[in-house]
């Protein structure tokens, strides 16, 4: 059983960086691929970066991959998603997500684990 615990969210300024860190426990983190996503009031959760186990491959959403990093240390069972640029239109709870194997997958339903969140809110 993987737990996910998110953290580093809070209130930033349009055209500021918030660095998002998600911690693992209770399993061998570095045997799952882990994702990033989002989700604003009254919308569908949606992907925003995954990472492999490995960390040799990502993946971004469109409408934030020239803004974003994701990168992971397994020695610290830690992913992490650097945002820079921030817009008003980033605000939302961010969540950590696992699951086991290599594939990146943008879908909500392909990951059996999450975190809480953590929110991010954005001003103009």
């Known amino acids: 059983q993987v737990q996910l615990v998110e953290s580093g969210g809070g209130l930033v300024q349009a055209g500021g960086s918030l660095r998002l860190s998600c911690a693992a426990s209770?399993?061998?983190?570095?045997?799952?691929?882990t994702a990033w996503f989002r989700q604003a009031p009254g919308k569908d959760r949606e992907f925003v970066a995954a990472?492999?186990?490995?960390?040799?491959?990502?993946y971004s959403a469109d409408s934030v991959k020239d803004r974003i990093n994701i990168y992971r240390d397994n020695s610290k069972n830690m992913v992490y998603l650097q945002m820079n640029s921030l817009k008003p239109e980033d605000t939302a709870v961010y969540y950590c997500?696992?699951?086991?194997?290599?594939?990146?997958?943008?879908?909500?339903?392909?990951?059996?684990?999450w975190g809480q969140g953590t929110q991010v809110t954005v001003s103009s």
């Open positions: 997500a696992a699951r086991e194997g290599t594939l990146l997958r943008v879908g909500v339903d392909k990951y059996e684990y």
């Open positions: 209770g399993v061998t983190f570095s045997r799952y691929t």
């Open positions: 990472i492999t186990w490995t960390g040799d491959r990502t």
